[in-house]
């Protein structure tokens, strides 16, 4: 009994483990690429998930809307970079963490005007809704699933982009050494913007994905932004790997304190990142500070 | 603007520095106050997790002011409602009522959402000797330890909520599981549960499991909800947090072997969420617009609250900001002043109709005693209006043998 019951939550933790893994992507993305601690990582999941409320009224369609958010709030990304971050770059990170800061608090206030402080509903998209029963581990939604297997697609792709091509290389360069690959003749101003666009546009396909799991409200991206930032520094700043198994681990350890000491399961996590850095500051699979 | 006056005077007065004029000065004074309006202040969560609440509380409240002083005031002095954010959190909601006693002057405090603010808003009231009506959820600010002569409960208490909830589902012979958000609301919920099930005989509470307040993702707590095998969820939480839980708890399949029921069913999280996440769902609450047809009070707040509103429907927190603002003022024009003494011996044992039919305001704990409703969130398909969220299953009257009695709550009797 008791056995089995250990099994469903080891399994309901590794699938919430896969949505931190979801949630925090982008966050970590631009930390590592571009060493910019982005503060507005939760406005922008929360903005993905109003702007997927937005095409979903105009549209009717959850699959259109995911095609088209990250899109959009990426595109937003963009413009943040190139007319407020870019001219903070080389001022220390305390100029664009500030900056995001306040980004945040904006992008917040922007949302109740346009669309009110009250939550607004969100459904699941029809051919995702019910659930699956998986045998042992009892009823499984099938939104989950979903999720899990669009989270495992994201990163693979991430990690054949950064790993596997001419692309990823010039940004895993720019990451180690701007200056040399300047002088290689590299625009590395555009390759920073597009980064930073990817990380916001992932932020928004989180909030898009996670808004039929859990309820669309401006200050929705607040909790996110503090375990986004917990799973990226257990996993070690920027590596992607290392945030994989940070969100995976991050799960687990919540869900089986939910099991056994349920009202500290959301001190759990903090805890869990308490001792990572105690016993190894940069992280699981951090390189240390390169930059 | 008059009160500048006021001011205006007494510092003219001081720098005079003649005692001779002080005198008829603070007779002039004495007799303007008659015509200064009736303050009151009140202080809610207009930003964080209960605003959407909070702003229909304020609508209403309006509303009561506006009805007051359309009908005269009190002989005339009218009343004037002063709105202050207490951002949902203690020390904000105490500073505010301090600077709305000393400062504004105020004739009383209606008002404050959740627990622990409205206990800090009451040591300050309690302090000074100022009158409070309380319009949210609480079990201790009546007990003894908690009580003021001048504190008034007008909103339900979780042991009348959670009570008439089970009363109405639980059978002897059904497991019961709860789900409590792991604060005062969450266990003062899960006990009024507890203690209605010990009275019913025969129902058995397989689990009490918490969750952290202000949780986003409850999956975690599902697998040992299910596997207790419950016929009944009692799901204690409150806001965003109801919201999101009963969702999940209905994506994760709990609706299949179980029923889910919760203390108070809440309008604008029904509103947030979605018919489908609700639909069955069971739960207490003060107020809902449609017992228009059977309540005639209710039936003149909704049309008031529509005539401001551009034909919307009041919330069950709102109907609390009209009900204990009204309550309030109707108690002074009985008593003939705003005097704290005398509006406390007309408020023990005053019976009253603000908005959904009789109450009382028991004398010795100072508790309203007054109805439950018990609603059921309705499936789209059966939704007339985008305002028809609910069906009333039943209406328990309000009834002294539901509330805990005075003794219990430790006050002498």
């Known amino acids: ?291 | 603007m008059s009160r500048t006056l006021t001011d205006l005077d007494r510092r003219t007065v001081l720098g005079g520095g003649l005692a001779a004029l002080a005198a008829p000065a603070l007779l002039l004074r004495a007799a303007r106050a008659a015509d200064e309006p009736i303050r009151i202040g009140f202080p809610t969560p207009l930003t964080g997790p209960f605003g959407a609440e909070a702003k229909d509380q304020v609508r209403c409240a309006q509303i009561a002011v506006d009805q007051f002083n359309a009908a005269g005031g009190l002989n005339g002095r009218k009343a004037e409602l002063l709105v202050r954010d207490d951002k949902l959190n203690p020390g904000e909601a105490a500073t505010r009522t301090l600077e709305l006693i000393e400062q504004d002057h105020v004739a009383c405090i209606v008002g404050s959402l959740s627990s622990s603010v409205q206990l800090a808003v009451n040591e300050v009231t309690k302090a000074r000797g100022m009158l409070y009506v309380s319009i949210s959820q609480s079990d201790t600010i009546t007990e003894a330890s908690d009580f003021g002569r001048t504190t008034f409960h007008e909103a339900l208490n979780p042991h009348m909520t959670a009570g008439a909830v089970a009363r109405h589902v639980f059978k002897p012979g059904m497991k019961v599981a709860i789900l409590l958000a792991d604060y005062a609301y969450g266990n003062e919920m899960a006990a009024g549960f507890r203690r209605a099930a010990a009275a019913i005989g025969g129902v058995e509470i397989v689990l009490e499991q918490k969750h952290p307040f202000g949780t986003a993702d409850y999956s975690t707590f599902l697998p040992r909800l299910r596997s207790v095998k419950p016929d009944v969820v009692c799901i204690c939480n409150f806001g965003r947090d109801q919201a999101n839980s009963i969702k999940q708890a209905v994506d994760f399949g709990i609706t299949r072997q179980a029923r889910i029921v919760v203390p108070v069913l809440l309008y604008n999280q029904r509103l947030a969420g979605s018919p489908e996440a609700f639909e069955g769902i069971v739960g207490g609450a003060n107020y809902y617009w449609t017992i228009e047809d059977r309540v005639p009070s209710a039936k003149a707040f909704n049309d008031a609250y529509r005539a401001a509103n551009n034909g919307a429907v009041p919330s069950d927190y709102g109907a609390y900001g009209y009900s204990g603002v009204r309550l309030v003022l109707e108690a002074m024009r009985r008593a003939g002043g705003v005097g704290t003494d005398a509006v406390v011996r007309e408020l023990e044992g005053y019976h009253y109709d603000t908005c959904k039919g009789p109450e009382t305001m028991r004398a010795c704990d100072h508790q309203a005693i007054q109805s439950v409703l018990i609603l059921q969130s309705k499936a789209k398909a059966a939704m007339k209006s985008a305002a028809d969220l609910f069906d009333v299953l039943a209406i328990e009257e309000g009834s002294e043998a539901n509330l805990r009695s005075c003794a219990d709550l430790g006050h002498k009797t």
């Not at chain 1, 040399?180 to 928004?204: E, N």
């Not at chain 1, 994905?209 to 859990?214: E, S, T």
């Open chain 1, 1 to 291: 009994m008791e056995i089995d019951l250990i099994a469903v939550q080891l399994f309901t933790g590794v699938a919430l483990g896969a949505v931190f893994v979801l949630l925090s992507t982008g966050l970590s993305i631009i930390f590592g690429m571009l060493g910019v601690v982005n503060f507005a990582h939760g406005a922008f999941y929360m903005t993905g998930a109003y702007a997927g409320v937005f095409f979903l009224a105009l549209t009717g369609n959850f699959w259109l809307a995911l095609a088209a958010v990250p899109l959009l709030i990426g595109a937003l990304g963009l413009g943040v970079e190139r007319l407020l971050i870019r001219p903070l770059y080389g001022r220390g990170p305390d100029y664009p963490l500030l900056l995001t800061f306040g980004l945040g608090y904006v992008l917040v206030e922007i949302v109740r005007i346009l669309f009110g402080t009250d939550g607004v509903p969100f459904e699941t998209p029809a051919l995702l809704s019910g659930g699956i029963d998986l045998g042992g581990l009892g009823y499984f939604p099938a939104y989950r699933l979903f999720v899990i297997a669009v989270t495992a697609v994201i990163l693979l792709l991430l990690w054949l982009l950064l790993a596997r091509t001419r692309y990823g290389l010039i940004i895993r360069a720019g990451a180690r050494d701007p200056e040399i690959l300047s002088i290689l003749g590299i625009d590395i101003a555009r390759v920073w913007l597009l980064v930073f666009g990817l990380g916001t546009g992932l932020a928004a396909l989180a909030g898009l994905l996670a808004a039929p799991m859990r309820s669309v409200n401006p200050e929705m991206g607040v909790a996110v932004l503090v375990e986004a930032f917990v799973v990226t520094v257990i996993g070690g700043m920027g590596s992607l790997l290392g945030g994989a198994i940070a969100g995976m681990l991050v799960g687990i350890v919540v869900s089986l304190t939910a099991l056994w000491m349920p009202e500290m399961s959301t001190i759990s996590m903090f805890a869990l990142m308490t001792l990572v850095l105690l016993i190894r500051p940069q992280g699981l699979f951090g390189r240390g500070l390169a930059r």
